[in-house]
């Protein structure tokens, strides 16, 4: 039987012209220009938070259709009130078009990442380079921006909107935010007890509200950082010292990590084999330390703060002395090398500090980044020039960075396959982004290697202590429940982004002597806000500033400073 489809496709192709030249053709009013932009902005670009909020409203017993039904009724007549106040005269097509492409970028992100644009973001975005910030874009991106944003955004601006006078226009505006401002209060009024027990319990919510958590968080970063004074410089300790007894040199080495999540070591007992390198090294893991953040952009000052985690202000951190203020006033040389876009976002401010050079002179960078092995020249250049006693040299790495985990490597130091070769690594399977991620924890464990081997040379060449720690700022999500990346919101960040982790080596003599100590309390359940008295502790600073319950090396070191005999412990705990 032979059928002709071609009336059938005739008819849709001639049902579709008519379509859209009717659309084209239609004259808009200004009103409901708005109405249509904030509809689409309220169901297509707040589906992460209409489906949250669903989700939270319907796990409670007691809901009534009625509230459920409330929630995208107000979001929509909010983003009108929004729209309608502020997109008046030639502003409204610039607004409506703009709120439509923001808002379609802050969706991919969410939805591709998990990610939300709270304050924290904001400010982690802002003190990113562009070369990071571009190792998000991928082809994936610019096509559903352009299909979700870009399409309706044309539309907008080729609408033909109505002339009305300008007493009519006012009229018809005014009429449309005040019935929403109406209705807005009567949801408020008769819903109040319902959205706030809604929001006490998930206070997440808000932040995925798109795109005026964006803008309010914005205008935040943008108001503290360039329109705020700056607070006067307060040095917490006038007067620390050093305490070393013994006529031998210290070097100390706090490798600051990235990205690295405590779950993916294999010395806390995951069981790819990520720490290959330094198993056999005498090395310590702390398996219970939490980050004071969940991006670089607070966890990083944060740790070298005095302040605790749950006081933490960057403002305040940055006009005090913090860690290596207060080693370099005791006496310490402070070297910071950097290798993570050169930016110690403040805390290397008055030490000094090496940039790795990320130009292509260098073949372990890619004039973009640098594998981590980059940090061994200039650490052994230092090394073969220690000036005076006491050293404390900080190596801050670029270690798992996303989300090109991939770049983090060389591929001759692919450990686990198949990897992931793509920015966009929502598209690879679960197991490739696992292994890819797991790589970059093995390529720093063989980094931490090569430098404890350094540290072994300068101990048995000149008789040197030295000691390393590592500890990472954050951790990082691998696409749990949905979740990709970091920088969520600590209240509600999943532990793969807090859980991080923190191993301690030193002279190997000493190590094996104490061993059992330092293994009795490495499963104390520590933070960043520890890390302050660990490291003054370990580089033998003495201040007022140094809290010795939170030190939890102290407990096997002797007066001296050097660690206690294992053999009699409970002698040496110094409470
Ligand atoms: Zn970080």
Redesign the pocket.
């Known amino acids: 039987m032979i059928t002709n489809h071609k009336p059938i496709t005739h008819f849709i192709k001639q049902s579709a012209i008519s379509l859209v030249s009717r659309i084209r053709d239609h004259r808009y009013s200004a009103n409901q220009l708005i109405v249509i932009t904030s509809l689409y902005v309220a169901f297509v670009c707040n589906f992460p938070f209409l489906t949250r909020a669903i989700t939270a409203i319907t796990q409670t017993s007691d809901y009534s259709f009625l509230f459920l039904l409330s929630v995208p009724t107000l979001l929509v007549s909010l983003i009108i009130i929004i729209n309608g106040t502020i997109g008046v005269g030639k502003l409204l097509k610039p607004l409506l078009i703009l709120t439509i492409l923001l808002s379609t970028v802050l969706l991919y992100a969410t939805a591709s990442y998990g990610v939300v644009f709270d304050y924290t973001m904001i400010q982690n975005g802002a003190e990113t380079d562009s070369a990071e910030a571009f190792s998000y874009v991928n082809a994936h991106d610019i096509v559903f921006v352009i299909l979700v944003g870009g399409i309706p955004a044309l539309g907008i601006f080729f609408a033909k909107v109505k002339t009305q006078s300008w007493s009519r226009g006012l009229k018809a505006r005014s009429a449309l935010v005040a019935s929403h401002t109406i209705l807005v209060v009567l949801i408020a009024s008769v819903f109040y007890a319902n959205y706030a027990a809604v929001g006490r319990n998930n206070r997440e919510l808000l932040a995925y509200i798109t795109p005026y958590k964006f803008i309010d968080a914005t205008v935040k970063y943008t108001k503290r950082h360039y329109f705020t004074t700056k607070l006067p410089f307060k040095t917490l300790d006038n007067n620390p010292l050093l305490e070393i007894e013994d006529d031998k040199a210290r070097v100390t080495i706090l490798v600051v990590g ?2 690295a999540r405590a779950q993916n070591f294999s010395l806390n007992g995951y069981s790819h084999n990520t720490n290959q390198y330094t198993e056999d090294s005498g090395i310590v893991s702390f398996t219970e330390v939490s980050s004071c953040g969940t ?2 952009a607070v ?2 000052p944060c740790m070298f703060s005095r302040l605790d985690r749950e006081t933490y202000d960057n403002r305040t951190a940055n006009a005090q002395q913090n860690l290596l203020d207060i080693a370099k006033a005791a006496g310490t040389d402070v070297l910071w090398i950097d290798n993570n876009n050169g930016s110690c976002k403040g805390v290397c401010a008055r030490v000094n500090s090496i940039d790795i050079d990320t130009g292509i002179a260098n073949p372990l960078c890619d004039g973009e980044y640098c594998f981590d092995e980059a940090l061994l020249l200039p650490l052994q250049n230092k090394l073969n020039n220690l000036s005076v006693k006491n050293t404390l040299i900080v190596l801050h790495m670029i270690g798992s ?1 996303g989300p090109t985990y991939y770049k983090r490597y060389p591929q001759d130091k692919a450990v686990f396959l198949p990897d992931c070769q793509r920015s966009d690594i929502q598209h690879c399977s679960e197991q490739e982004i696992v292994n890819t991620y797991d790589n970059t924890i093995a390529y720093t464990d063989f980094v931490l290697n090569k430098i404890i081997g350094r540290l072994e040379k300068l101990e048995s060449d000149s008789a040197v202590k030295t000691a390393m720690l590592y500890i990472s ?2 951790g990082e999500s691998l696409g749990e429940k949905g979740v990709y990346l970091h920088g969520l919101p600590y209240a509600f960040a999943p532990q793969e982004q807090t859980h991080v982790p923190m191993l301690f080596w030193q002279n190997k003599s000493l190590v094996h002597q104490d061993s059992d100590c330092l293994r009795s309390v490495s499963n104390d359940v520590i933070s960043h806000d520890n890390l302050f008295d660990i490291v003054l502790g370990i580089t033998s600073v003495s201040s007022n500033q140094y809290i010795e319950g939170r030190d939890v090396l102290s407990k096997c070191r002797a007066s001296d400073g050097l660690l206690a005999s294992a053999t009699e412990p409970n002698t040496k705990i110094l409470l």
Request: charged content about 20%; proline content about 0%; overall charge negative.
């Open positions: 990235e990205t991006a670089t966890s990083l960075h700022d954050h």
